[in-house]
């Protein structure tokens, strides 16, 4: 009755195989007296069933070679009929063909029958083992489960169990049977926190837990040494370093090690906030009107010096006449760089670009100043700072310009002529250069004028060269033609509409003077 039973014996190892023969003996020799494991029996069965047992209630995750016994005994005169174990997914698939492979099942008994007699799939990837059962009271067998390959994951795994009389297909279930996996031995070690950053010097400290190699914890892990590299140094589960950079923890525990990173920060580095100001003193300027573009760096720091201050800003192309002014460092005007230097903390530096409003025809004139410096500088959103002028047409003055040979008292008896020509200005800025002069009908000229004359009398002026005539720059009067009296000489000067930097429009000035006759002519 045992014949299968030895054979699964001889294939196990030699410690293995006394403890399964003692197992048989005790069940030959002592009247199937059952073994000190847990052992199941039916919970409130109102049929006989017997006992069933399993042991060992233990094994260690991953295993490849265990061995399990379960062990029945009928107590209670149970009569004949089917024993069914649920083995769980995990554990080898039981065979009963090979004794030499993964999962052989072998069953002995002093019964008069204790057999497998179904091997069949169950639920969930278990297996469910059939064994007919026919054994006297106090009598059993055993069935010898070896060669298994235990679940990778440590738990407590259930192999419920039910005995079948043969005469009723009614299951009575046997009290829970059931092997708890435990974690194989300590495979690897994390180091929690992981990625820590400290300051130069600073300390951290670290617990540790094991794991086996299949990811079961084995909880925390108290009999570490710890070493840090590439400097640094480690006192019992704090670590500490002073080189910036990143360093190697690394816990050990036997021959097993573990690792994590720990982070030295840099030392803080110097920091100083610049700001920039653009600003210009007229937006809309006639017409070569002084402007001035003012740039402002500011170190808002109240602690922190900024080193390597430089500020870059482009002379405008329609300033006229420009000229850069710096209250500290040099301005390369070819470049449009500033070099300002070092800013101590509240300081400011001006650079100011100074010149005339240019054409209306180049549009929008804009600086833009863009600060940058050494120093780290926390915010950059206050390094670009712009303004802009747009040149507006501006109005066109008139003046009489007299002959140098012109008498101081004009008198009829004098010879020679009266002569004036006519000019014009930029009335914004008298100081401008002139208007061009028209020349006659000379195309392109900035204005036109045209002169008038009239007397305090009313009688008509002499006939001359330019009297209302359009577009005569002179006029001119032979002395002795002209008749005692007041004359007042009107110069009406009127921008052209092809220059565009002065505004639409016309412009008079008047001179007056006196002929007397002495009699002298």
């Known amino acids: 009755m045992f014949s299968g039973l030895g054979r699964a014996l001889s294939c196990l190892p030699g410690g293995m195989r006394r403890w399964r023969a003692t197992t048989v003996a005790a069940v ?204 640094g140094s480690c006192t019992g589960a704090t670590c500490t370093a002073t080189t910036p950079g990143t360093h190697t923890v690394t816990a050990t525990s036997g021959k097993i090690s573990g690792t994590t990173t720990l982070t030295v920060s840099a030392p803080p580095q110097p920091q100083a906030d610049l700001a920039v100001t653009e600003t210009v003193s007229n937006t809309t300027p006639y017409y070569y009107s002084p402007v001035i573009f003012t740039t402002t760096v500011t170190n808002t720091s109240t602690t922190t010096q900024s080193d390597g201050v430089t500020v870059t800003a482009a002379l405008p192309a329609g300033l006229v006449s420009p000229a850069a002014t710096t209250s500290a460092g040099s301005y390369d005007a070819t470049a449009g760089t500033w070099t300002v230097g070092s800013l101590a903390p509240g300081a400011s530096a001006t650079l100011t670009f100074s010149g005339y409003a240019g054409d209306v025809s180049l549009g929008t004139q804009t600086v833009t100043a863009t600060v940058s410096a050494t120093t780290t500088d926390p915010n950059s959103a206050n390094n670009t700072a712009s303004a802009s002028e747009a040149s507006q047409p501006a109005h066109i003055g008139a003046t009489i310009v007299p002959s140098p040979n012109n008498p101081s008292n004009v008198d009829v008896s004098l010879p020679g002529y009266e002569a004036w020509t006519t000019g014009a200005y930029n009335a914004e800025n008298p100081s401008a250069p002139a208007p061009v002069d028209p020349g006659g009908s000379t195309p392109g000229a900035d204005y036109t004028s045209t002169w008038f004359c009239l007397t305090a009398s009313g009688n008509p002026c002499p006939a001359a060269d330019g009297t209302d005539d359009f577009n005569q720059t002179a006029l001119e009067y032979l002395i002795s033609s002209l008749a005692p009296d007041t004359y007042t000489i009107t110069l009406q000067v009127c921008a052209s509409s092809s220059n565009t930097n002065y505004a639409a429009g016309c412009t008079t000035t008047s001179v007056t003077f006196t002929v007397s006759n002495s009699g002298n002519g």
Request: glycine letters at 14%; one cysteine or more; proline letters at 9%.
């Open 28 to 231: 030959a020799l002592a009247g199937l007296a059952v073994p000190a494991v847990a052992v199941g029996t039916a919970a409130a069965a109102t049929v006989p069933t017997g006992t069933l047992a399993l042991a060992p209630g233990q094994a260690t995750a991953g295993g490849t070679a265990d061995a399990f016994v379960f062990t029945y005994v009928n107590t209670d005169k149970a009569g004949p009929g089917t024993i069914s174990i649920n083995v769980p997914a995990g554990f080898s698939v039981p065979q009963d063909t090979n004794p030499h492979g993964a999962g052989y099942l072998g069953a002995g008994s002093l019964c008069a029958q204790f057999q497998i007699s179904g091997i069949a799939a169950g639920p969930a990837g278990s297996s469910i083992v059939s064994i007919a059962e026919k054994c006297a009271p106090r009598l059993g067998g055993v069935l010898l489960y070896s060669r298994v390959t235990v679940p990778t994951t440590a738990g407590r795994y259930s192999f419920a169990a039910s005995f079948t009389p043969a005469n009723s297909s009614a299951a009575t279930p046997f009290g829970p049977l059931s092997v708890t996996v435990r974690p194989g031995p300590l495979a690897s070690l994390t180091l929690s926190p992981a990625g820590a950053t400290i300051t130069p010097g600073g300390r951290q400290s670290y617990t540790v837990t094991g794991a086996d190699a299949y990811g079961n914890t084995l909880g925390a892990v108290t009999n570490a040494s710890f070493a840090i590299a590439p400097d």
